[in-house]
């Protein structure tokens, strides 16, 4: 039974970017086939791929969650928007040296107030008292709300590049990584060679950061996430299969959600709907050929993820190859091709 510490290694801090690198697709790409490894460049990535194959991104966009504030009492909030429930409402996380309790008001930005009214687990229903609209105040008000482990607070160069390049549907609360790596000149190369393009959209949820609290990974709760697959998208696929292409998922919320939209039945079903599923070695992978990702953090799920997609070995040789070979890790930093491996 695999635990929480099949899934750890050393990662030095220097290796986490701060920054993105200075164009999209100058970051490095880490093509792993099986216990085979390649060092490449992103822009190598046209020739990994032929005519026919299918790149599959998440089109989402990151709305500005993080805000500041201060409750009803007078003490200091910071609040994280986890998603946009409607225009009155939305879920989000509190940091507070005291959490308000239900009915307790907080006033954002010292622009608007909220009231709490539920709380379930680390999440809390905030309810907008007065004029506007949930999307509004965030926007207005809202700060970009880069990942825990980048440290320094938004700059200018952060409003365009922790966002993709076609970014279109808001509600995100952090950037599907994986993407960040494409320009228009990239995407109009892939297309010209041949290379079929389709979206989905999967609004990540601060959840995402959230911490494998259980030592048995088998008994972690995923949090729940939206999320739209097109029929153009549907069709896609099947056009891909038919033809003998290769579907490629761009980022781990592209595979999650067209995973989540075959369950049962093997056919990626167009739709809209919740998916909390949680993607482990063992997982029957019935989609996604391949897989373009940056790498994660330790002990989190994206790394069981990727695990149970290229083989935990194969994996663990590959993060050791990044990590001696100085790649660099999350959000801004490089990427990996993978290919799936069916003995896992």
């Not at 959230?210 to 029929?231: N, T």
């Not at 595979?255 to 599923?277: H, K, N, S, Y």
Request: aromatic share 8%; charged share 25%; glycine share 8%.
């Amino acid at each position: 039974m695999l635990t929480l510490d099949d899934f750890d290694f050393y990662l030095p801090p220097e290796l986490i970017a701060q920054h993105p690198a200075p164009e999209r697709t100058g970051s490095r790409l880490l093509h792993v086939a099986g216990e085979r490894r390649a060092d490449l460049r992103f822009l190598d990535l046209p020739g990994l791929l032929a005519p026919g194959d299918l790149l599959v991104f998440n089109d989402t966009k990151v709305i500005k969650a993080r805000l500041f504030g201060q409750k009803d009492s007078g003490g200091r909030v910071e609040v994280m928007l986890e998603r946009i429930v409607d225009a009155r409402h939305a879920l989000a996380q509190i940091r507070a040296s005291k959490i308000p309790k239900p009915g307790g008001r907080m006033r954002l930005a010292d622009a608007f107030w909220v009231r709490v009214v539920a709380r379930d687990e680390g999440f809390f229903t905030l309810e907008l008292e007065g004029e506007g609209d949930f999307w509004e105040k965030a926007e207005t008000y809202g700060s970009l709300p880069l990942p825990p482990y980048i440290t320094h607070a938004p700059e200018a160069v952060d409003e365009a590049r922790y966002q993709t390049v076609y970014a279109k549907n808001p509600g995100a609360v952090a950037a599907p990584t994986a993407g960040l790596h494409f320009d228009t000149a990239l995407l109009a190369r892939l297309v010209a060679q041949g290379v079929e393009v389709a979206h989905l959209t999967l609004h990540v949820g601060a959840g995402t950061y959230q911490p494998v609290r259980v030592e048995r990974i088998h008994e972690h709760k995923m949090h729940s996430e939206w999320y739209h697959v097109p029929e153009a998208t549907a069709e896609a696929i099947r056009a891909a299969r038919a033809r003998g292409g290769r579907v490629v998922a761009v980022g781990t919320t592209s595979m999650r959600t067209l995973e989540a939209a075959a369950l049962g039945g093997g056919l990626v079903r167009p739709g809209a709907g919740e998916t909390d599923i949680f993607i482990t070695p063992g997982f029957r992978f019935q989609v996604v050929d391949r897989l373009i990702t940056n790498f994660h953090l330790p002990k989190s799920t994206l790394l069981m993820l990727v695990s149970a997609f290229a083989g935990l070995d194969n994996i663990r040789a590959a993060y050791a190859h990044a990590v001696a070979a100085r790649y660099r890790f999350f959000s801004y930093g490089d990427a990996m091709l993978l290919e799936k491996c069916d003995a896992v």
